[in-house]
């Protein structure tokens, strides 16, 4: 139970000090990250390196794909499904899988980029990962 009501109080600070509600797509990939962070802490995918790591390839790979042209749906699916596609490809040859990070290319290649959006995912996964390290040794997997 502890874990579950800490994550519930790491995504509140998330939301309530980065502001991230004004892009709600992203909170869903953060919100992921929270339950791998909290519920698997021991799991590879939540160790700093690919949670921090994941999520600016994932916030590159958004960004990258709103300079390709797209005005139909059709194309408009095309530049979503290449930022999902590449940031997963970048992710496993920089060896910085995680999962969730993907949902912030897709959150960024739809809603576009935004210096606002990008300072509060960074910060947001960089306080994730504090928490993660301060705590490992007092929170276990769940799984």
């Keep these: 139970m502890f874990q579950s009501v800490f994550a519930a109080f790491a995504i509140f600070i998330a939301l309530l000090?980065?502001?991230i509600q004004k892009r709600p797509i992203i909170i869903a990939s953060i919100g992921s990250s929270v339950f791998i962070v909290f519920a698997l802490p021991k799991n590879i995918t939540a160790k700093p390196r690919r949670v921090i790591g994941g999520h600016l390839t994932g916030?590159?790979?958004?960004?990258?794909?709103?300079?390709?042209?797209?005005?139909?749906?059709l194309s408009s699916l095309f530049v979503y499904s290449f930022a999902v596609g590449a940031s997963i490809f970048l992710m496993?040859?920089?060896?910085?899988?995680?999962?969730?990070?993907?949902?912030?290319?897709?959150?960024?290649?739809?809603?576009?980029?935004?210096?606002?959006?990008?300072?509060?995912?960074?910060?947001?996964?960089?306080?994730?990962s504090l928490l993660h390290h301060f705590f490992n040794p007092y929170i276990r997997d769940l799984a």
Excluded: M
């Excluded at 916030?59 to 749906?73: E, N, R, Y």
């Excluded at 210096?115 to 994730?128: K, S």
């Design 17 to 19: 000090f980065f502001n």
């Design 59 to 73: 916030l590159f790979c958004g960004s990258l794909s709103v300079l390709i042209p797209h005005s139909s749906l």
């Design 92 to 128: 496993v040859i920089t060896d910085t899988e995680h999962p969730p990070a993907s949902g912030t290319a897709l959150g960024i290649a739809v809603a576009g980029p935004s210096l606002h959006t990008t300072i509060a995912v960074i910060a947001g996964v960089v306080t994730l």
